[in-house]
């Protein structure tokens, strides 16, 4: 079974600069996974721009059984005919590419080649696009750059770190955050609400041990980043919120009428396991934000504003 848009997102850029072989690469992104293990990239996608469909064909089809064997999904970027007829998941467009306006008509064209379960995702560069993406059901959104990259030659504008947590908080599809990032920003993302992490120039070595390895201590630490956080650390973070009162929230976080009683996001999904209450990371990014916090303020300085006479959340914590 395929682990989904999850963690790390390896792009495999061809031609290699140091002339590794698509399959060479592959096998290294997936780290442990190709042995049973869960660190490695859940996602390869083949990006060969200058590449012709026959090209991208073969490619596909020498990269296909690794990822497979893996348990990792394969996307090709741009081409659907080349993802269809070379045996990947799915396919990866751009704004300007043919099919990004209309999914559904890109998977009829998968089903009527047999590829009933054909995943489309769709790249998106500020806000707007990411709205009206959303709007046309693709599985997956991309969102970037987030930082300054150099894989491209004429790069979009930045989002930046305010962006991207907007653009998390507003995405209606698992959300990929692509551009400049490799461990610490990556974590970021995911700690931001990001469900994957797309990486190219952080897996670009000319040694395949040496690719296998930063894959591997990237997917690790991206897990980590995206952990449950216990109630315990949970108050840690926010003690001016009692711990009895952040478990009872988790028992209303798929309450959308709290949600916005609260000026919380829609997204806002912590929840209660075995009894315990669970957090994601984003959801204390969330609470923060209702709560009026600045990222560098501390509670003494929060306090001293007057932050904590306004706001809903601030009321529910004194009722």
Not at 63 to 70: E, G, I, Q, S, V
Not at 110 to 120: E, K, L, N, S
Not at 183 to 205: K, N, P, Y
Not at 273 to 284: I, S, T
Request: aromatic fraction near 4%; glycine fraction near 12%; hydrophobic fraction near 45%.
């Amino acid at each position: 079974m395929r682990p989904g848009v999850k963690g790390l997102y390896a792009i495999v850029d061809v031609p290699h600069p140091h002339g590794l072989e698509v399959e060479t690469i592959t096998a290294a992104v997936l780290g442990r996974r190709r042995g049973g293990g869960r660190d490695g990239a859940s996602v390869v996608q083949l990006r060969a721009k200058q590449a012709s469909t026959q090209q991208r064909v073969e490619w596909l089809r020498r990269m296909a059984p690794l990822c497979r064997d893996a348990g990792a999904m394969l996307i090709a970027d741009d081409d659907i005919e080349a993802a269809i007829v070379g045996g990947a998941d799915g396919v990866h467009l751009g704004q300007d590419d043919p099919g990004a306006d209309d999914p559904d008509a890109v998977r009829r064209r998968a089903a009527a080649a047999g590829r009933m379960d054909f995943t489309i995702g769709l790249s998106t560069h500020d806000l707007g696009q990411l709205r009206q993406a959303g709007r046309l059901r693709p599985d997956y959104l991309a969102l970037g750059p987030i930082a300054p990259t150099r894989s491209k030659a004429n790069p979009d504008p930045v989002v930046g770190w305010s962006g991207l947590l907007d653009g998390c908080r507003l995405a209606s599809k698992p959300l990929v955050a692509i551009g400049g990032l490799g461990s610490e920003g990556g974590a970021r993302a995911l700690e931001a609400g990001a469900a994957a992490v797309a990486v190219i120039g952080a897996l670009v070595f000319d040694d395949p041990q040496r690719i296998r390895e930063e894959a591997i201590a990237l997917s690790s630490a991206f897990e980590r980043a995206a952990a449950p956080l216990s109630l315990a650390e949970v108050h840690r973070q926010i003690p001016v919120l009692p711990a009895e009162q952040l478990h009872d929230l988790a028992h209303w976080g798929d309450s959308l009428g709290v949600h916005v009683a609260l000026g919380l996001p829609a997204r806002f999904a912590p929840r209660v396991e075995d009894g315990r209450a669970v957090y994601r990371p984003c959801d204390v990014i969330d609470l923060l934000m209702a709560l009026g916090k600045h990222p560098a303020e501390t509670w003494e300085q929060w306090r001293e504003r007057g932050a904590e006479e306004a706001g809903p959340l601030v009321q529910l914590r004194r009722s």
